[in-house]
DNA sequence: CAGTATCCCTGTCGATACTG
DNA sequence: CAGTATCGACAGGGATACTG
């Protein structure tokens, strides 16, 4: 990446761009979700619930709506009894992969930089 | 990356490290801060307070600091009167253009999948 | 100039209880 | 089961004033 030149063009639309997708990451436990629904593929409320230690039903349920709002998670009611809830990564929501396993990468060399080595 | 296989394990320490990334990025300001310095290689205090639109000097402050503590930035106290201190981003810091290009990319093709074209 | 200190308001989030 | 409703604590961050 270049980090000059254009800058009052290339580099406002470029910070509008990041901002859009730490606004989809950053909740607290946005990634955490994803990944327990990623590695299921299909996973119910209550599941996570349990997947992702701390979070409260409160949380889970805002932070689902907001990734389903965002179109990264599918949401399906099965006709069950009582009723029960599937959500699902989308197609778009999968593109999300690449991004986590960059910060995943960038993410283990800079602990090594900072907390120092292992 | 496949998101299956080694949960316990392989899948712990990712979101370790995903949520390292994530605490040094997502700062308020952290991003229009990095992007400001990088962009113009040093920066000053007061120069950084005028490009990043909105932020208050003790916001400013004290995310540097935080940048600073993460060894992404180098600060240099210049002996002028009166006092002149210039930021510029680490060679650590400079490996962080990489996951912002991705952030920026993936940004913009949600903005198109969600917002709608344009 | 480059910060610190203070005050205060707001949104965020946990705990808990309740509903269809 | 899969949420919603409510309350309250508390941290984040803005405005402003002050310091070396």
Known sequence: ??????????RKK???AVHDA???LSGKWKIYI????????KRRFSDILEDVSGISNKMLSKELKELEVNKLIKRTVLDTQPVTVQYELTAHGQTLKTIVT???EWGIAHRKKIIGKK
Not at 2 to 10: A, R
Not at 34 to 41: G, V
Request: glycine share 0%.
């Open 34 to 41: 994803i990944s327990s629904i990623c590695h299921y593929n």
């Open 102 to 104: 960059n910060l995943t």
């Open 22 to 24: 730490m606004d989809v």
């Open 1 to 10: 990446m270049e980090c000059k030149k254009d800058f009052q063009t290339d």
């Open 14 to 16: 470029e910070m509008l």
